[in-house]
């Protein structure tokens, strides 16, 4: 296909940038899909270990940034079931 090869890329240098950022925004979308799957507290990866996992987070702050609040000192309003 025209434009997608190395030779047609030296005849249009121009689209050198649009590549560029086009697989740096890929790139981002991949990474910040990782950590959600990761990271986040809505997904739990082994059941078999860790049977409820949202006990886990009762204390941790859940907001990517709260610069007015402390999470890990306020009690979780959340029920405890047990």
């Known amino acids: 296909m025209k434009g997608l090869s190395l030779s047609s890329l030296k ?3 121009a689209l050198i ?3 560029a ?3 740096l925004g890929c790139c981002g979308a991949l990474l910040y899909t990782l ?3 990761v990271r986040s507290p809505e ?3 082994n059941k078999k270990s860790n049977p409820e996992p949202w006990n886990e ?3 941790k702050q859940h907001k990517f940034y709260s610069p ?4 890990s000192k306020i ?3 959340a029920p405890k079931y047990d």
């Open 17 to 19: 940038p649009l590549y």
């Open 11 to 13: 005849s249009h240098p």
């Open 21 to 23: 950022c086009v697989g």
């Open 57 to 59: 987070y009762s204390n």
């Open 35 to 37: 950590r959600l799957a």
């Open 68 to 71: 007015v609040r402390d999470y």
């Open 75 to 77: 009690e979780s309003p």
């Open 43 to 45: 997904v739990s990866w």
